[in-house]
Nanobody, 120 residues
Framework: QVQLVESGGGLVQPGGSLRLSCVAS????????MAWYRQAPGKERELVAD???????NYADSVKGRFTVSRDNAKNTVYLQMNSLRPEDTAVYYC??????????????WGQGTQVTVSS
């Protein structure tokens, strides 16, 4: 089994910044894509950004130029630096890892979610 623990959410004013982190532990051989999703009240969960093991990144149009995803493979950790935050960024943010275990079996895991609220 694999556990994902997120941190870094909170309340911030419009224009402010937050940095989210998500660390995985457990039966891990390697981690392929690491991703951040978010879900606002009454809306479907959507992809915010992802990053491949080699560092290739992908962003939702709504966050391009404001958010940066990065990873530390040695620490099994992904980060999401969020700048110039807007009220519409308010949501619960979830990390998502594609994990290969020691038996070379792939599985997808989700973090518990962390609330990000952008409000004055």
């Amino acid at each position: 089994q694999v556990q994902l623990v997120e941190s870094g959410g909170g309340l911030v004013q419009p224009g402010g910044s937050l940095r989210l982190s998500c660390v995985a532990s457990g039966d891990i051989f390697t981690i392929n894509t690491m991703a951040w999703y978010r879900q606002a009240p009454g809306k479907e969960r959507e992809l915010v950004a992802d990053i491949s093991r080699g560092g290739t990144t992908n962003y939702a149009d709504s966050v391009k130029g404001r958010f940066t995803v990065s990873r530390d493979n040695a620490k099994n950790t992904v980060y999401l630096q969020m700048n110039s935050l807007r009220p519409e960024d308010t949501a619960v943010y979830y990390c998502n890892f594609q994990v290969i275990n020691k038996y070379r079996t792939p599985n997808t895991y989700w973090g518990q979610g962390t609330q990000v609220t952008v409000s004055s």
